[in-house]
């Protein structure tokens, strides 16, 4: 049962996001592919990744990477950002029009939160909180963003 649960409610927001991809394809010069919209997932679930942080999240190699990247930098999306520490390093920064593009997403995350403080007591969102937040950080290790980063940052 909870198998089918986790199924049914992954599926939903799946669908959600490609709606949201595809709704807004074709509707202008800097309109992003869906490979692009994947990227920008990753980049964004990295907080600000290296190139090659993007690189190895997304089991690509780096020319491939910096290919998406500056694709993504053209349409303006992301920015790079120079390292205080290494000069010779670049973060990948989310601009407003990445979280403008994110607007609806969050909108809609917001949207269900509401329903689910509507419908269920203080002591059952506690509790959802806690158990939401302990899938997230202990029981889908292989894909936390700090597997992906360098130990040595900035």
Same mark, same amino acid.
């Given at each position: 049962?909870?198998?089918?649960?986790?199924?049914?409610?992954?599926?939903?927001?799946?669908?959600?996001?490609?709606?949201?991809?595809?709704?807004?394809?074709?509707?202008?010069?800097?309109?992003?592919?869906?490979?692009?919209?994947?990227?920008?997932?990753?980049?964004?679930?990295?907080?600000?990744?290296?190139?090659?942080?993007?690189?190895?999240?997304?089991?690509?190699?780096?020319?491939?990477?910096?290919?998406?990247?500056?694709?993504? +930098?053209?349409?303006?999306?992301? @920015?790079?950002?120079?390292? #205080?520490?290494?000069? $010779?390093?670049?973060?990948?920064? %989310? /601009?407003?029009?990445?979280?403008?593009?994110?607007?609806?997403?969050?909108?809609?995350?917001?949207? +269900?939160?509401?329903?689910?403080? @509507?419908?269920?007591?203080? #002591?059952?969102?506690? $509790?959802?909180?806690?158990?939401? %937040? /302990?899938?997230?950080?202990?029981?889908?290790?292989?894909?936390?963003?700090?597997?992906?980063?360098?130990?040595?940052?900035?």
């Amino acid at each position: 049962m909870l198998s089918n649960t986790f199924e049914e409610l992954y599926n939903r927001f799946r669908v959600h996001f490609y709606m949201q991809v595809f709704s807004k394809e074709n509707s202008g010069d800097d309109t992003l592919t869906s490979v692009e919209a994947f990227s920008l997932e990753c980049i964004k679930s990295l907080g600000e990744p290296t190139v090659a942080e993007f690189a190895k999240m997304m089991g690509i190699s780096a020319p491939n990477a910096a290919y998406k990247v500056n694709a993504l +930098i053209q349409k303006g999306y992301i @920015e790079k950002v120079q390292s #205080e520490t290494d000069h $010779r390093e670049y973060f990948l920064r %989310a /601009t407003d029009k990445l979280k403008d593009y994110y607007k609806n997403s969050y909108e809609f995350l917001q949207k +269900i939160v509401e329903r689910c403080e @509507e419908r269920f007591s203080k #002591e059952d969102i506690e $509790r959802l909180d806690h158990m939401i %937040a /302990t899938i997230t950080d202990e029981m889908i290790p292989e894909l936390d963003p700090k597997h992906f980063k360098k130990s040595d940052r900035r």
